[in-house]
């Protein structure tokens, strides 16, 4: 039977991650494998709504805990309905974000707990964790100069937390690296996006090929 893989992209504000994704899928299609791109809050329809809920800046008034079980909410969907179907079609799927965005983001920044977040997430996942985690390592204070650059990218809810938010959420991830050892592996993402690329790429192909 063919197998599909399930590879996650976290990390802070403009690591470059999306970037990086649609690079590496444009290679990985290149050299012959069945990709599906996809992200987190989103990918299909009823995520996507959910997703506009979470990122509207003049949902001001959202509870900490509301916001992490819609989080929670949009991956169920995206899950059955988009992720598990197609690494059940033998799918390499790419997935911009994941549970971990929840334990660095809610669960370590916003002080819920990244235990308990890990709990209310078993509600929506079942022990579903992905094959491998890139983390694209930046320092926050680099990650928000680059958006802050980007004049095409629209900034959301959390993007205009202060620096001491996202500070909050690079822990967080270095939690989850000591945590989860063997499923995270991280890239230098202070470096050019041609080079973030390959190193991703490369990290894929040995994981595929193990
Ligand atoms: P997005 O514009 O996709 O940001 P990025 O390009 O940085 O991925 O917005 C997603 C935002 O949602 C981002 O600020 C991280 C946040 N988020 C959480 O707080 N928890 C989650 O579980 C997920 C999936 C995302």
């Not at 996942?125 to 004049?151: C, K, V, W, Y």
Request: aromatic residues 8%; contains cysteine.
């Amino acid at each position: 039977m063919v197998r599909g893989y399930f590879i996650t992209f976290e990390g802070g504000e403009g690591a470059g991650k999306t970037s990086a994704l649609t690079g590496v899928a444009d290679r990985l299609e290149r050299q012959g494998y069945s990709v599906v791109t996809t992200r987190e809050p989103g990918g299909i329809k009823i995520s996507e709504q959910i997703r506009n809920i979470l990122l509207d800046q003049s949902n001001t008034e959202m509870d900490a805990r509301t916001e992490a079980l819609l989080y929670a909410a949009a991956r169920r969907q995206h899950l059955v309905e988009k992720v598990k179907p197609a690494l059940e079609a033998g799918k390499i799927v790419l997935c911009d974000r994941f549970i971990d965005s929840s334990l660095a983001y809610q669960g370590y920044a916003r002080n819920l707990g990244i235990d308990q977040i890990y709990q209310i997430n078993q509600f929506a996942i079942d022990q579903f964790m992905p094959d491998l985690t890139l983390f694209f390592d930046i320092e926050p204070q680099n990650g928000l100069a680059r958006i802050r650059s980007n004049q095409a990218r629209e900034l959301n809810r959390l993007d205009v937390e202060a620096l001491s938010f996202h500070q909050k959420v690079y822990e967080g991830y270095q939690i989850l690296r000591q945590r989860f050892p063997s499923r995270i592996e991280a890239i230098d993402a202070e470096q050019s996006l041609v080079n973030v690329i390959q190193l991703a790429y490369e990290k894929i192909i040995l994981h595929i090929n193990e």
